[in-house]
């Protein structure tokens, strides 16, 4: 009888044990994840960035070269 219980105890030992590993493996990897996150959000960020000033350059190279174009625009649009 003190045998099963000490067996028991055991084996409930583990899972606690193995339980614990788990989670400190998820925690890991959460950490792990966010920090990619993180990462890919900044990186987005800066190549929006960069595409903004790449098409504000155009808009404004369009206009010095065809500053008639607004009103091209606004013809089409009637039409």
């Known amino acids: 009888m003190l045998a099963d219980v000490v067996g028991e105890i055991s084996i409930k030992q583990k899972?606690?044990?193995?339980?614990?590993?788990?989670?400190?493996?998820?925690?890991?990897?959460?950490?792990?994840?966010?920090?990619?996150?993180?990462?890919?959000?900044?990186?987005?960020?800066?190549?929006?960035?960069?595409?903004?000033?790449?098409?504000a350059n155009l808009s404004s190279q369009f206009t010095i070269i065809f500053p008639f174009l607004d009103h091209v625009t606004i013809l089409f649009t009637l039409l």
């Open 15 to 55: 899972l606690i044990d193995e339980l614990e590993s788990s989670q400190k493996r998820l925690r890991s990897m959460r950490a792990h994840y966010e920090e990619k996150l993180c990462t890919l959000a900044n990186k987005i960020r800066e190549t929006e960035q960069e595409r903004d000033k790449v098409l």
